[in-house]
């Protein structure tokens, strides 16, 4: 339990952590070449990413929150490793038996906050939102341009593709490129 909570507090409650997140994502984007490509279609890939992006109080528009479910099952949003070893570390201490799937810490932060009051679960709730949507806004990004290749290298080739293996194969890359 100890652990779990130096966890939590290390990676969603610390400030340096978000601003590493947003660093560390930048260099992987600059290193899988994504921010070198045409300004106009990484432009176009943070804005169609940011538009998919859950975030509280803001009700997306349909589109978005479809494509946000489908890269949900691709794995390429709420993949984040360090997300991950802290859900593990709750379940190891049978905190994380409750754990809902779209909300994975909400049960915890219910336990954490009990009697702090809504000011501090908002807290708790909007700092795991906005560490999730650092990760995702650059993995989504990461899949738009990777997707614009791969669809570019299917047509100069002259082979047929489908939008599905377009986003399976772009889905993979990112899977497997972006931490």
């Not at 009700?59 to 479809?66: D, L, M, S």
């Not at 099952?73 to 070893?85: K, P």
């Amino acid at each position: 339990f100890p652990k779990a909570l130096s966890q939590v507090a290390k990676t969603i409650l610390a400030p340096v952590t978000h601003l590493r997140n947003l660093f560390s994502a930048t260099g992987f984007s600059a290193a899988n070449g994504i921010l070198f490509e045409n300004p106009a279609v990484v432009g176009r890939a943070f804005r169609e990413a940011f538009g998919e992006l859950q975030l509280p109080g803001r009700a997306g528009k349909e589109a978005g929150n479809k494509r946000y479910r489908k890269l949900l099952r691709l794995g390429v949003y709420n993949s984040q490793v360090q997300l991950g070893d802290v859900k593990n570390l709750l379940r190891d201490v049978r905190m994380g038996e409750n754990l809902n799937i779209e909300k994975p810490l909400e049960s915890m932060i219910r336990k954490l906050t009990a009697g702090t009051g809504r000011k501090a679960k908002a807290f708790m709730k909007g700092a795991e939102d906005l560490y999730t949507a650092e990760d995702d806004l650059f993995k989504g990004a990461n899949f738009a341009v990777e997707r614009y290749r791969l669809k570019n290298a299917f047509i100069a080739a002259g082979r047929n593709f489908t939008d599905d293996l377009l986003d399976n194969e772009a889905a993979d890359i990112v899977r497997n490129t972006v931490p």
